[in-house]
């Protein structure tokens, strides 16, 4: 495997399922970021990890709880979601430099998820 | 807070014309900025990034985009238009979304490109 996966592709879950979506990325990099693509808005930034250090995002809701076992992983827990929740899941690594220099992020396929 | 504004919902070209896809942010600094093209079903692809240096910057698959600190724009451009371009197009800029020092990308909406035979 190359680049950055993702599992699963496709994804339907009722809302009171719990589910975990998977990233993984083969490039090195050492920050992972999950991003929510929803129809007809921007892409939103739900969490970066950074140096394995999770960075807080007090507007994503509890229902989303992500995990970075190691700089290569990256997951999102999924509880009791809404149907509003249904969207493109994508997820992104990079090669942090800290303050001195930014490198673009990589994206992987994206999980599309739909809630019934 | 950093913004990217793509005021073209979705455009239209034929195959063989050339493009311009506009892309304006806001920044207070030196922004870093890309451009990305997402095909249907897939994830996101980087096209090009400007750092600093040469406001003219070349990228993959014949594009190229312009910086332009006066305008604030980073427009994307192709001379001529291949059906396969016909994807979703994205300007984003590094920032810091979450407000904790922690940079990650801002994106634009995107936009639709169409290619006509």
């Known amino acids: 495997e190359t680049g950055v996966t993702q599992t699963p592709r496709h994804l339907v879950m009722g809302m009171t399922n719990k589910k975990s979506l998977k990233c993984e990325q083969h490039?090195?990099?050492?920050?992972m970021y999950w991003y929510k693509q929803s129809a007809k808005k921007p892409l939103e930034l739900m969490f970066v990890?950074?140096?394995?250090?999770?960075?807080e995002n007090n507007s994503v809701p509890s229902r989303f709880s992500p995990e970075c076992p190691n700089s290569s992983h990256l997951f999102l827990h999924l509880h009791t979601l809404q149907p509003e929740d249904s969207a493109l899941y994508l997820c992104?690594?990079?090669?942090?430099?800290?303050?001195?220099?930014?490198?673009?992020?990589?994206f992987g396929p994206g999980t599309r998820l739909t809630v019934l | 807070a950093q913004s990217v504004t793509q005021p073209d919902i979705h455009i239209t070209v034929s195959e063989g014309a050339s493009l311009e896809l506009r892309c304006n942010y806001s920044?207070?600094?030196?922004?870093?900025l890309f451009w990305y093209v997402q095909s249907p079903g897939q994830g996101l692809q980087l096209l090009l990034k400007?750092?600093?240096?040469?406001?003219l910057v070349q990228g993959i698959k014949g594009f190229e985009a312009e910086f332009k600190r006066s305008q604030s724009s980073f427009n994307l451009r192709k001379p001529s238009v291949h059906w396969s371009d016909a994807a979703e197009y994205f300007c984003?800029?590094?920032?810091?979304?979450?407000?904790?020092?922690?940079?990650?990308?801002?994106f634009g909406s995107g936009t639709r490109l169409q290619v006509q035979p």
């Open positions: 992104a690594s990079s090669q942090d430099g800290g303050s001195v220099r930014y490198n673009e992020q990589f």
């Open positions: 400007y750092f600093s240096g040469d406001t």
């Open positions: 984003a800029v590094v920032s810091d979304p979450m407000d904790t020092g922690r940079r990650a990308l801002t």
């Open positions: 490039l090195g990099h050492n920050a």
């Open positions: 990890y950074s140096l394995e250090e999770r960075v």
């Open positions: 920044y207070g600094a030196t922004p870093y």
